[in-house]
């Protein structure tokens, strides 16, 4: 047995309140990604007149712009459920994990429907590296000012 620390408890609970409260759906696609990889070469290539390992963009971040771009395309998926009514939100608010230490953390890039792919991948570098340093806010960890916790 080993003890369960503060965070993964915070974790378990959160995602349990999530799974329990809010309604889910699944979508699965398979899909030739070799464009993709072969896209995301050339845009390296391209900034590595920068020389700096943080200017290139990662298949992740070329992942968390396409759903930004189709979030947009599919408003139901950016949606939040209560009893009466269903609220459509305007902005795309990206959460992902970021492993850590002890456990899982989902820092949110904000506003991602109106980022471009190198202000998305600096964007979720710099939450990354927060994260990893344990130097990320609540308020980086939540969709929105009156969410009590990230997961939805």
Request: aromatic share 6%.
């Amino acid at each position: 047995s080993v003890p369960v620390s503060k965070m993964r408890s915070v974790i378990a609970k959160r995602l349990l309140e999530s799974k329990t409260t809010i309604p889910h759906f699944y979508l699965q696609r398979e899909i030739n990604s070799e464009p993709v990889r072969l896209a995301r070469e050339s845009i390296n290539e391209a900034l590595s007149q920068d020389s700096s390992d943080l200017n290139k963009v990662s298949m992740n971040d070329v992942i968390l712009l396409a759903c930004a771009k189709t979030i947009l395309r599919f408003p139901e998926i950016n949606s939040s459920w209560s009893e009466s009514e269903i609220t459509y939100h305007g902005n795309v608010h990206l959460a992902f994990g970021v492993a850590v230490e002890d456990g899982l953390v989902t820092p949110v890039i904000r506003n991602a429907e109106s980022l471009d792919l190198r202000s998305i991948s600096e964007t979720a570098k710099a939450l990354i590296l927060k994260s990893r340093n344990k130097k990320l806010t609540p308020d980086e960890m939540r969709y929105c000012k009156w969410c009590s916790f990230s997961s939805r």
